[in-house]
């Protein structure tokens, strides 16, 4: 494999040539830009190809975690959240937790008697996180839920290291906490993609039918989570 760059206002991309492969492409990985090409494709025709398609790896890039960043418990740490950040400040007080939906980042102050305990602080944010997961999950759950005519029969929310979601035989459905660092129409796949394992228990043709038909930006979605997921999940 030949590395070489490609300026396109502004933007450096990074040309990865391989000898096997025959046709053009373009990915985001952490946050960088990669225009894939056979051996021979003049720089000339990859600028044009990469310009032609210039509007999705722009949107790309907006959608992209930050790369290779743990997400601290600091005071004025910022988190992914739904698409958008959640700002972190912990104080000292009487134990209570504030979300303000309405600040710039979403603000959430959690006050607790002794800020300073990084366990302490941990488990503040991680029962207001997963009492959040699953209101949000369950509304969204109930929307879906609606058109499709059918019900799961419990939902909760778990720590997966490796998956979004489950079904099982019995209509229970479980959620990964971290959903919430996802983008809101990300997670609203997650969500339509397990309540249609309630009418098809495997991943046959019918059942990506269903999804597609009650999920439209199913493709998109599947696309940002084979790019973007393993981030997500390797960082909280
Ligand atoms: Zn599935």
């Given at each position: 494999m030949t590395?070489?760059?490609l300026q396109i206002d502004?933007?450096?991309?990074?040309?990865?040539r391989h000898a096997r492969r025959t046709?053009?492409?373009i990915r985001v990985r952490a946050q960088q830009v990669e225009v894939l090409a056979p051996p021979r494709v003049s720089l000339?025709?990859?600028?044009k190809f990469a310009r032609q398609h210039q509007a999705w790896w722009l949107q790309a890039l907006q959608t992209a975690p930050q790369p290779l960043q743990k997400y601290a418990l600091t005071n004025g740490a910022a988190w992914p959240f739904l698409g958008d950040r959640l700002q972190l400040q912990f104080v000292q007080g009487k134990p209570q937790v504030?979300?303000?939906q309405q600040a710039d980042n979403r603000l959430l102050i959690c006050q607790l008697a002794r800020p300073e305990n990084e366990n302490s602080r941990r488990r503040v944010l991680?029962?207001?996180w997963y009492q959040y997961a699953l209101d949000y999950l369950a509304e969204r759950t109930q929307r879906f839920a609606q058109n499709l005519g059918r019900q799961p029969s419990q939902i909760t929310i778990k720590s997966f290291s490796g998956r979004w979601g489950s079904c099982d035989g019995r209509g229970r459905i479980q959620f990964n906490w971290k959903l919430l660092a996802l983008p809101d129409w990300v997670v609203d796949y997650v969500v339509v993609h397990e309540l249609c394992h309630?009418?098809?228990l495997n991943h046959s043709s019918a059942f990506w039918q269903l999804v597609e038909q009650h999920y439209p930006r199913t493709r998109e979605a599947k696309l940002w989570l084979k790019q973007h997921g393993h981030l997500v999940?390797?960082?909280l």
């Open positions: 590395e070489s760059c502004g933007h450096q991309l990074q040309v990865k046709r053009l492409a000339k025709l990859l600028e504030h979300f303000d991680q029962k207001w309630l009418v098809h999940i390797a960082q």
